[in-house]
């Protein structure tokens, strides 16, 4: 298949394509030099492609890479699951989900998510590449270096878990910044919510209010689809813990975490690393659950240092 790239409409380094995966539809941007190596960007519950900010993907293209980042279903401009979801009881597959147990029926998990990146890759053509998620993309990312090793060269993780039983929750101002509902479906109150969100699991004093604003405000106007972040969540509680999977991971691995993350505690990052045979965790003073561009330099050196590992 030969996608049909047009310019993106956020960023004049990258283009964007429609990927098709079975029934569904990804939107897809990319970037840099077409013979550079790859890096596919997995990003995490609820949130559109556009959180792998500019900033963040034009490092990674000047370091000499070729960059695609992508709505996952249910978000962003990619397809939303039409079918109507089962109904879950959240006490019990929160139960569940801290014991590390996989519950069965929700409308899809993270192992579905997985395929759907694979597939992105094998849409593009792309036989194998350098792979980065943050959060839930993280743990998609395992999942994919897991059980698609052949598509996966390194592995880099952001912020994330693989859910082992008994590590620490969010904390609940964090929790619930992010399960938390806007005061209604107004754009003003979405803003509102969306920036007590951004306050709460964010780097501090590293952004304007007026900044947080104006990115809030493009997400919403780009795409709004609480229904599926609400699908995404209950494919997360529904996935169960990754330490297995975690054994099965070949590909050179770093975990990155912030120190300040008070939505999933630097001890996730630290588990994840520990699960996976000869990576390497690295906590980031100060940084906080998201991609400050202060932070971008260190970031981007890290996750390259890790994938030139690939060569040695």
Not at 1 to 27: C, E, N, R, W
Not at 228 to 244: D, F, I
Request: aromatic content about 8%; proline content about 5%.
């Amino acid at each position: 298949m030969t996608a049909l790239f047009t310019p993106s409409p956020y960023v004049d380094f990258m283009q964007q394509t429609t990927i098709k995966v079975g029934d569904l539809d990804f939107h897809v941007e990319i970037g840099g030099k077409e013979d550079a190596p790859v890096v596919l960007l997995i990003m995490g519950l609820g949130a559109q492609m556009l959180l792998w900010r500019e900033w963040f993907c034009k490092g990674l293209i000047d370091a000499g890479y070729r960059v695609i980042r992508f709505d996952n279903r249910d978000i962003g401009l990619s397809s939303k699951m039409r079918v109507k979801s089962p109904r879950l009881n959240e006490t019990k597959l929160m139960a569940r989900f801290t014991l590390g147990l996989k519950t069965e029926g929700a409308l899809y998990n993270l192992y579905d998510l997985a395929n759907d990146a694979k597939g992105i890759l094998d849409g593009l053509g792309i036989a194998k590449a350098h792979v980065i998620g943050a959060s839930m993309g993280g743990m998609i990312a395992q999942i994919l270096a897991a059980r698609h090793p052949e598509k996966v060269e390194s592995l880099g993780l952001l912020f994330t878990s693989n859910n082992r039983a008994f590590l620490p929750p969010p904390f609940p101002k964090q929790f619930n910044a992010l399960t938390g509902r806007p005061a209604s479906q107004n754009e003003e109150d979405l803003l509102k919510h969306a920036l007590r969100l951004f306050d709460a699991i964010g780097t501090p004093n590293q952004s304007t209010v007026e900044s947080k604003l104006d990115f809030a405000r493009m997400l919403f106007r780009r795409s709004y689809s609480p229904a599926g972040v609400m699908r995404q969540y209950l494919g997360v509680l529904s996935t169960g813990s990754l330490t297995a999977e975690d054994a099965k991971i070949t590909a050179p691995t770093v975990v990155l975490h912030g120190s300040l993350d008070r939505l999933l505690p630097p001890a996730h990052g630290r588990a994840t690393a520990k699960a996976i045979k000869g990576s390497r965790f690295y906590l980031i003073s100060g940084m906080g659950h998201d991609l400050p561009e202060a932070y971008t330099p260190v970031l981007v050196r890290l996750f390259t240092q890790n994938m030139k590992a690939t060569k040695a």
